[in-house]
């Protein structure tokens, strides 16, 4: 549909387009440029899109209930954007590094990540849940853009130590105010970094419309910075698989950072605190709704042959022992031990941060001979306390 | 021995470290070419190339966010922020990143980062270029914040920060950068006194006196002055500000009775306050008079042609000294 835009250095960047590959309704659409990325993508390998995005659907729901019920203190739900984050994390290779925000449940999903080590940090009982190393995942980032430095970093490691792995960078439509994005982008180009600006522009920053953030579409950034921009429809796993093939692509071939704006919708509050009434009307969440990211692709997929009702009920029994597992798995998150709170604030020994613990040590104690002399009845009172 | 400016011995202690392990990188404004505004790096670019010593965009978050990048890839960057007052840019990331990701992953990601800031002031310099930021990171969780005085301590030092897997700001005392001194070139780390210990430069009797960077040199000389009218003065470089090496400051103040404390920052919430709080709390009875402080004012850094009357000098120090002794000083007759 869309004529392919090259600029002069023949690179692939069309940020006032909206690559769809698949319409709202199942429709594929032809696109010159995209679809060559997405050739290998049978019947089956879109059955597997469509059962990532439905589980991370069904875990988010899971965890909003958790909230709701006093077991998690806070969740930042992703419902609306499963095809922006599963087409673009189903597109990394294993040494390939993400460093997202704290709203990529269906990135971290695809990375491995487990469902106690996913609702750790909104237990509260610690600051991350796995091992970055591990998982090809970076922790949570809740500083918003601060991660992007991060994503470029670590690429221009990976090209300095000659590897041709890449980092992808998620943020959102706000992130794009904050300095430190604006200084990545500058940095990445620079440095020609094998690094993936994947841009969520899920519409709202909390209650602040994305016409706050930008005057014109977010994609147009990136030709300020000298690099090519590609405005996707977010919701059409396929187009966002193909966006993020092109740019991992680009970036090991040594041709540096691409910026991808991927076009979603936010369908939930920004967490499980916020009240979205306040700011934004059921008219725009039902026209989102029906652009629906899983719907579509189970409309192609009846399309092509596939018993798409079959598939959804057998995924639909699949998700929900994955909810089980996940609400099991929270419930038995056991809380971290008081002197858990001196580990890990420096690698070495701390003379300084020492003493306060061995002091918080031997005021912990003053409970426990207190405890104890309760337990024990009358007669050993004086000592309790002691300093 | 080898006699060298302070700014050429962290040059040579910042080419030691880049040859000793190849995940070493520097990186900052201005450092490769031109070596540096300051050519601490001098050299180092042509020495090593271009990934190796890096001239980084006008960026300060960027450069302390990338290397937290590099960090999470197993990098050992060294940046360079040009001057103290251009750290403020970076704050987010030195304060949100670089302290607390080690705390924040569980251990898992180390952050051997080494935030290289001359400081402080008495070069007559233009504003923002003389400024003393390091409370601000004393305070921060997580860090550690170094200060040299000497080019003996530079050279060892500079390689010990970067060595340490903890980050490390790391303060030069930029009017000092031109003052020689005999460094060891051979100097092994292994047999060097660790970075997180105060020294005692002058020992002394009768007050002990605590300072750190560009005021160790004057508060030696104020030392020299006062034992001509018959004082002590026991001088310490802290060395490390956070943490405090407190055990050889204690075992001083037990001795001398009387603690005054100089630092060219503000005296609230200074490094000065915390040392004063802390050395009350935990000798209290041994001091014969309260502690005191000789600061800068509690004012944006002035204009150079007013710098003098900002930065404590030999006499302001000795002032402070006669305070702790109960002699006549500027106070006298004057409600504190």
Partial sequence: MNPSDRDATGLLTRPDDFVQLVTPTGERRADADFDPWVSDVDTAALGRLYRDMAIVRRLDTEATALQRQGELGLWPPLAGQEAAQIGSARAMRDDDFAFTSYREHGVAWCRGVGPAELLTVWRGTAASGWNPFERGIAVPQIIIGAQTLHATGWAMGATWEGSDAAAIAYFGDGATSEGDVSEALIFAASFNAPVVFFCQNNQWAISEPVGLQSKQPLARRADGFGMPGIRVDGNDVLAVLAATRIALDRARRGEGPTFIEAVTYRLGPHTTADDPTRYRTEAELDEWRGRDPLTRVLALLEDSGVDSAGLEREVAAEADRAAAELRSACIAIADPEPLSVFDHVYVEPNSHLERQRTHYVRYLATFEETDATAAGGAGAGTEGGAR | ?336
């Fill in chain 2, 1 to 336: 021995m080898t006699t060298l400016t302070l700014a050429k011995s962290l040059n040579a202690g910042l080419r030691r470290a880049l040859a000793d392990d190849e995940k070493v990188v520097l990186i900052g404004e201005d450092i490769g070419t031109l070596g540096g505004v300051f050519r601490v790096t001098d050299g180092l670019k042509a020495e090593f190339g271009p990934t190796r010593v890096v001239d980084s965009p006008l960026s300060e978050s960027g450069i302390v966010g990338t290397a937290v990048g590099l960090a999470y890839r197993g990098f050992r960057p060294v940046i360079e922020i040009q001057f103290d007052g251009f750290i403020y840019p970076a704050f987010d990331q030195i304060v949100s990143q670089v302290a607390k990701l080690h705390y924040r992953s569980r251990g898992t990601v180390r952050l051997p980062i080494t935030i290289r800031v001359p400081f402080g002031g008495g070069i007559g310099a233009a504003e923002h270029h003389s400024e003393s930021p390091e409370a601000y990171f004393a305070h921060t969780a997580g860090l550690r914040v170094i200060a040299c005085s000497n080019p003996a301590d530079a050279f060892i030092m500079i390689r010990q920060a970067i060595a340490s897997d903890d980050p490390v700001v790391f303060f030069e005392p930029k009017r000092r950068y031109h003052v020689k001194g005999e460094v060891d070139e051979q100097a092994s780390l292994a047999d060097a006194r660790p970075m997180g210990v105060a020294t005692v430069v002058t020992p002394g009797d009768d007050v002990t006196l605590v300072t750190y960077g560009a005021l160790v040199q004057t508060a030696r000389d104020a030392a020299i002055a006062a034992e001509e009218d018959g004082v002590s003065i026991e001088v310490i470089d802290l060395r490390s500000l956070a943490p405090v090496d407190y055990a050889t400051v204690e075992a001083s103040v037990r001795r001398t009775g009387r603690l005054v404390i100089t630092h060219e920052a503000g005296q609230q919430g200074g490094v000065g306050a915390e040392l004063a709080a802390s050395i009350t709390e935990r000798c209290f009875e041994f001091l014969e008079a309260a502690p005191v402080r000789v600061t800068g004012h509690d004012i944006p850094y002035p204009p150079a042609k007013l710098e003098r009357h900002q930065l404590p000098d030999l006499d302001r120090i000795l002032d402070g000294v006669d305070r702790s002794l109960g002699r006549p000083n500027s106070l006298s007759g004057v409600e504190a």
